[in-house]
């Protein structure tokens, strides 16, 4: 089974990047913009195919789906193309301390979807793509995010391991 995996976990990443968008979106209209909770489905489904598939196989895929994340929701090139390999960078440099067990895991989600989101926003404040009040990106952005990701853990860490079949 675990040998199979590499066949269906791009089409699977792929429908994650997408399910991270659409409930992205729909938060955003329940909330009438007030708050910007960002789903990471695919970060959590990224954590898990770490486990069981290829360093060169995962990054190249962040490749992959960083410049089609990037071309499809931002339409410009290169921050999701650069962030999601070296998340799955970090993500193989931390894997003796991130799968030690479901607590270390969850934890390690937490500190790569903060990593993840600082860094996105540091590629564009460089380049003058955004500007940005700390407080509202703290309170409005990174807090709701976060606890919407907890939730999100909470529920799929179980199914996404089996899909992986990580032990």
Known sequence: MKE????YAIP??????????????????????AYVAKFHFLIL???????????RYMVITAL???????????????????????????M????KALYRNIFTMFFGLIILITGFE????????????????????ITRFLGPTLLM???????FIFPFKKLFVIE
Not at 4 to 7: I, Q
Not at 27 to 32: D, F, G, M, P, Y
Not at 45 to 55: N, Q, S
């Open 149 to 155: 990701n907890m939730i999100v853990f909470a529920i």
């Open 45 to 55: 489904a990224l954590m898990c195919g770490c486990r069981a598939l290829p360093k």
């Open 4 to 7: 199979n995996v590499k066949y």
């Open 92 to 95: 193989y440099g931390m894997s």
């Open 118 to 137: 600082l860094a996105t926003l540091g590629i564009q404040l460089l380049f003058k793509l955004v500007s940005v009040n700390g407080t509202f990106f």
């Open 64 to 90: 992959v789906l960083g410049c089609i994340y990037d071309l499809y929701y931002i339409g410009v090139l290169g921050i999701y193309a650069v962030a999601l390999p070296i998340l799955v960078w970090v």
């Open 12 to 33: 699977f990443f792929f429908f994650m990047m997408l399910v991270d968008g659409q409930a992205t979106r729909l938060i955003e209209v329940w909330t009438k913009d």
